[in-house]
């Protein structure tokens, strides 16, 4: 149904068990940091690994999901669940309308557009002042989800956020198989091909940027509840940054590379955070090192070695 | 085969992660937890030369009274989630007691909360917004060393009062930026003066300023106000220079300190106006503190946002030597209480007094920078032109509308 | 006193000049980046942060050698050119026959080594240059005082960028160059030798940022941020222009720092995104962007 082959049914597996045992030995807190953002690398690994498009304007959707979320939740007094679809569906709201503008160029073209509205959202959460600008939104309460679950507690909100991973990773794996994930991979391999055989290839290409750009936009929305705060930072271009990072890092284009991006990125920031500076110098040079020699990254060298694809 | 490979990789991936899990401390020791702006437009500011102040007080007070301490500092890159994240950790698993400096007051907002929700002490230095001890007021929370309606006051009202009667500012857009320029007008306008218009410019990112002072020229007024700090006051000072507009207009630096005048150098510096509460050479207790502190920051000299993480500190040990460092690990809000009561007394701002909604009230001077020729060693860059005692220098109690003060 | 649009008409001609000027360092910039990838094809992600090498250049030439600042208006370029010569041939020629995005995320991956290393060691405030004393002044126009130095800065640019312009259009060099991004392998057939031709011409790209750096030191503090506030813009600008075409982004460089200029009087808190505005609105309607030639 997902299209799983036995290794990578396996590889899940590991993944729900350790999903599962990691939160009673390590910080709760950290490790739905990286569910967040692995949640955020895999809708940006749907884009670039399966469609081809590169997108340097992700922020936008994962920053404008946690600035709704926060605001219903913390103005609204909204359920939990309301919250994050709402989030999700502003992202898909904007993917659409951004897009569509995008969809018509490709390649470095479409990078550029992207990360030119990227950044005139990123203006307009600046000035609007429903973001509170610099602060941000703060205070964002925790709140209940499906009215019974009090999320205050750290450990029932960590159940929430991996539901919310595994639900959107299997939702990431069901549309790529499919077949309107087989047009996908075709129009990624020969789009001139796809098109003569009667495809309308800019629609497919922007429903996958919609989908991502909601998926974007669930994380951006669960990572506001998770720490009470949507910030500039959300939409940011070095936000659009690090997601490109954390992928190219896992591995592109592979199941399970961008949660080991996200598991090693994060755990990277933490504890580089007492050296200040190091940690932007260390970023960088991951990424040349992984341009130069690794460009299949952790997950698809590993693959590549063992001869699996995962 | 596949199974104990998989697993070996992310399992050798979570035994990386593993220092995050650590025993807690066995004996009643206390841990303060120094929070700024380590690589960015701050880190002259704060940055390392507050935890070399906060290490200073600890050395006087804890090790001759035998108390157990333990500073740890970290970068919060002027991000609020990125603080938030590293302060409930320390919080959390780390068993740090007090929160101390963070400038950047959208930060500095964000962390009130967190300190309240855990019950910890937070003792901000480096921010400036004068809502932290308003409509954000918290009992967990002590404004130590300055606030925006400080330095409106000060800097602002002396300027009017020596006839800079109608202003112009360059704001940076956003919180702190806003909120100073509306306090400054407020003030200026109480006492008789004028505003006659504003450039608010996108922050961060806006290094020339060359257009908005142009405008600031053409508009006629006495006074340019510069509500924004760090590189853009360094910058827009420069500038200003360059266009002549010190020629025509007095300029007036709302928030700078010590260490970005040493960073823009008394060529071009000269004759501006700032306010501090702290100056290493204003008296002889000053002089004694900085000599003491100077070893551990030989290139930095301390301005008030050190001096202030160092009387912090030093209050902090006195009143938890004083409970007992059990009592005062136990509940930050008695903690904060105690403080408050206990009269505040080192070499870096004298005899202080803690308000009610938490705001310190050190006094403030208002300096004007030296002349090339007048400054006789490294860092003699300021002269005294006026001072206001503290119980004057701050907003009154009842104009701030903090919640936990009753009314 | 003449209106327009509310505004007296002094201050906006002043605002036009001072765009003026910071359109000759976006086109400055700009030359270099479209030089890299029109004659290379690789997207110089690094271009900020070799400007401000430029001018930490020139600012340690002062303060290390007591060298001043017009000589190092040539030893600047001459140097952190031949770093730019040493990262790519160790580094970046290594790309070449791949997809765009690598090379993109390589040099982003440079920039972020380079500026965080100088943000370690000279932290964020930022270091003074004084302008030199033989520019210093200004002079009054009329409708406003302009600084001899920044006069000077726009001479300066018209006549680097009129020489690139020139050697690479009109010079046999630069026809061999055009020929060599063409077809390589014809090229080298007739004897030239390619991959040096394409090195010295990566140095060259990265001198012009250099030079753009040292020029700017003196109006902007040296910090190791300097390049993020303009990287954005100059991307920008070499987008619009056609990425590959030299004349499209000189004069969209002048010309968008006219249009941020304007945009600075009516509407200063857009100023940073207008320009993301005009690429915006270029791109869906000129796909090549004003002058690109290539695909």
Redesign the interface.
Known sequence: MFGFSRPQWIGFLAMVALIVVCPYVLYPVFLMRVLCAALFACSFNLMIGYVGLLSFGQAAFFGMGSYVTAWTMKFWHVDAVIAIALGGATGAVLGVCLGYLAIRRSGIYFAMITLALAQMVYFFCLEAPFTGGEDGIQQVPRGHLLGFINLNDDMAMYWVVAAVFISGFLLIHRIIHSPFGQVLKAIRENEPRATSLGYRTDDYKLIAFTLSCMLAGVAGGTKAIVFGIATLTDVHYSTSGEVVLTTLLGGLGTVFGPVMGAVVVSAMENYLAQFGSWVTVTQGAIFVVCVLAFRRGIVGEFGAWRKLAL | M??S???L???A??A??????RARAQTPSLKIGVLND????Y??TGGATSVACTKQAVEEFANAQGMKVEV????HQN????A???T??WF??DGVDMLLDVPT??VA??LQ?VAREKNKVYINSGAASSTLTGEQCSPNFIHWTYDTWMLAKSTGGAMVKAGGDSWYFLTA????GKQLQADTSALIKASGGKVLGA?????P????F???L??A??SGAKVLGLANA??DT??SI??AN???VNRSMKVAALLMFI??VH???L??AKGLNLTESFYWDLNDRTRAFTKRVLPKTPTNYPNMDHAGCYSATLHYLKVAHDMGVAEAKKSGVETVARMKKMPVEDDCFGKTQIREDGRNLTPSFLFEVKQPSESKGPWDYFKLVASTPGDEAYRPLADGHCSIVKA | MIMIFGIPGPLLFGQLLLGLINGAFYAMLSLGLAVIFGMLNIINFAHGALFMMGSFAAWMLLNYLGIGYFPALILSPVIIGIFGIVMEKTVISRLYKLDHLYGLLLTFGLSLVIEGLFRNYYGSSGLPYQIPSVLQGATNLGFMFLPIYRGWVVLAALVVCFATWFAIEKTSLGATLRAATENAPLVQAFGVDVPRLITLTYGGGVALAAFAGVLAAPIYSVNPNMGDNFINTVFAVVVIGGMGSILGSILTGFGLGVVEGLTKVFYPEASATVVFLVMVIVLLTLPHGLFGKRA
Do not use: C, H, W
């Open positions: 596949t199974i490979r998989r697993t990789l992310t399992t991936t979570a990386t992660a593993l220092p995050l899990v380590q690589s960015g437009p880190m002259n740890i500092s970290a970068d991000k609020p989630d990125l938030v994240s590293i409930r950790q959390d698993r007051s959208s907002l964000a909360s857009d956003y919180a702190f450039a608010q410019y996108p922050f990112g806006t290094s020339d060359s257009s908005f142009v405008q020229q053409s760090g590189a360094v910058n420069k500038q360059e266009f002549g260490t970005d960073v823009l150098g060529d071009t």
